[in-house]
């Protein structure tokens, strides 16, 4: 089993749909979780946090469930400048070597 | 942009040839970073340097080095190409182990044929 797991889509929605993807972790001591975005042939940035109590960022709500285990990412009035793959990143533990990216998840934004 | 620059952009090399890539950090960062990223895939942990030194290292095999200099630039070298090297490379600078305040650069696309 992979330490983080995401479904790789992709996702192909229409402009001002509301998209929501998983992603499931395997160390239940993970510390903290994020989520990343990458552009097609750009490098990963990050796009917030996950936090326990789930934040929300304008247009883009993420959770956490520890007990099962899964981090989400909810995207509201979608935009088709949303088209990117969304990573998430759990952080085992306080070194580089435990900050693990999952493969990604393409999202796609059509008019 | 991130103020983390990485050279060259694009390269490509043949199986069994070195290859040495480049990272300039972002100002006031001490920390750099090295990925791997295969096509769809996550980018994968190569190893970090802080301050000069190999702070942690990923499931790479030791033909993968790298160096840190006083100005806390990196380069990360690979020996013996072999074909599934060939990958997206990127940097990411930081000050610390919080990834919120990781930048990556724009990476080096290597193709080995």
């Known amino acids: 089993r992979k330490e983080v797991e995401q479904d790789p889509g992709p996702f192909n929605v229409p402009e001002g749909a509301t998209v929501a993807f998983n992603c499931t972790y395997s160390?239940?001591?993970?510390?903290?979780f994020f989520w990343y975005r990458q552009d097609c042939r750009k490098e990963p940035k990050l796009l917030m946090s996950?936090?326990?109590s789930g934040n929300e960022d304008g247009r883009f709500t993420a959770q956490l469930n520890r007990a099962s285990q899964y981090i989400s990412l909810l995207i509201r009035d979608s935009k088709l400048s949303d088209s990117a793959t969304y990573l998430c990143?759990?952080?085992?533990?306080?070194?580089?070597?435990?900050?693990?990216f999952g493969s990604g998840t393409r999202l796609s934004i059509r008019p | 942009e991130t103020g983390v620059t990485q050279s060259p952009t694009h390269l490509i090399k043949t199986r069994g040839q070195q290859v040495t890539l480049r990272c300039s950090s972002q100002s006031g960062h001490n920390t750099v970073s090295w990925y791997q990223q295969a096509l769809g895939q996550g980018p994968q942990f190569i190893f970090q340097?802080?301050?000069?030194?190999?702070?942690g290292r990923g499931n790479f095999p030791p033909r993968f080095s790298g160096l840190q200099f006083p100005n806390y630039s990196s380069e990360l070298n690979v020996n013996a190409l072999e074909l599934d090297d060939s990958a997206l490379y990127l940097c990411?600078?930081?000050?610390?182990?919080?990834?919120?305040?990781?930048?990556f650069g724009q990476g080096t696309r290597l193709t080995v044929v």
């Open positions: 340097y802080y301050r000069e030194e190999e702070n």
């Open positions: 990411a600078s930081s000050s610390g182990q919080d990834p919120t305040e990781a930048f």
């Open positions: 996950v936090y326990s």
């Open positions: 990143v759990v952080n085992e533990g306080s070194s580089a070597s435990k900050i693990i």
């Open positions: 160390n239940s001591a993970s510390q903290s």
